[in-house]
């Protein structure tokens, strides 16, 4: 059988999050790769340990966390043709993702320039979207209503624009960006109508509301929620 190009969401943090199909491929397939920053350990890596058997080749794939660097196209050229290399040498591969894959996965880019070429099954995983409003107890969107999800690197006129046309708002990648958004909600009106969650279901998980968050320490992992639907209740 042709070897096949798995991309696995683990989940957001909490190992007990993986789907079982997950969990199955990991301990079956022959590699596994899994982004890792340049310096320090791979969350994702951590999250799936207890699910990857010994002797598996392993492929770091080392991506600066530099601001504006991302992604590193010339990384992922690098990584996609060792990724390729095992696949026609007949080794499957799983390609670990924290979250879910296509959900500003970092798999994407292994998949856009790998999927043309080989078979490929991607495994949705729990999203940190699921995970934030499971810990902070919101509930997104109910009936009609329109849920907008928005990076937060977006310059502030788009991102005014973008939450005034949606009922509930989910706001990634936070981090550095967090002064100049929480600035913004503020001037909006819509800062007591918002939550603020970071490492959804991991041990270090904080749920607050925003107007109590010390902006020294905001991580990338990290997300608002702007409940609008409430704002006048």
């Not at 392993?58 to 095992?86: C, L, R, W």
């Not at 040498?89 to 993702?97: D, H, N």
């Not at 550095?176 to 800062?191: C, I, Q």
Request: glycine share 6%; with cysteine.
């Amino acid at each position: 059988m042709a070897a096949k190009l798995y991309g696995i969401g683990v989940g957001p943090g909490d190992p007990e999050l993986l789907t079982l199909k997950a969990v199955r491929i990991l301990k079956t397939v022959p590699v596994i790769a899994y982004p890792k920053p340049d310096t320090g350990d791979s969350l994702v890596r951590h999250i799936a340990n207890d699910h990857i058997p010994n002797g598996r080749i392993e492929i770091a794939v080392v991506t600066p966390m530099t601001p504006g660097s991302f992604p590193a196209n010339d990384v992922y050229d690098h990584y996609a043709k060792q990724i390729s290399a095992h696949l026609l040498e007949g080794r499957s591969v799983a390609v670990l993702c924290e979250g879910d894959p296509f959900l500003f996965g970092s798999f994407m880019y292994i998949y856009q320039r790998l999927a043309a070429d080989f078979k490929v099954e991607v495994v949705p995983g729990v999203s940190s979207l699921g995970a934030v409003a499971a810990s902070s107890g919101r509930p997104l969107v109910s009936r009609n209503q329109v849920l907008s999800l928005l990076p937060a690197p977006l310059d502030n006129v788009i991102l005014k624009a973008r939450i005034e046309d949606a009922d509930s708002v989910a706001i990634f990648k936070v981090g550095r960006h967090f002064d100049r958004v929480r600035a913004l909600l503020d001037e909006m009106g819509l800062t007591e109508n918002s939550i603020y969650v970071e490492h959804a279901t991991m041990e270090t998980e904080c749920v607050v509301p925003l107007g109590n968050v010390d902006s020294c320490d905001v991580p990338y992992f990290s997300m608002i929620l702007v409940d609008k639907k409430n704002r006048n209740s």
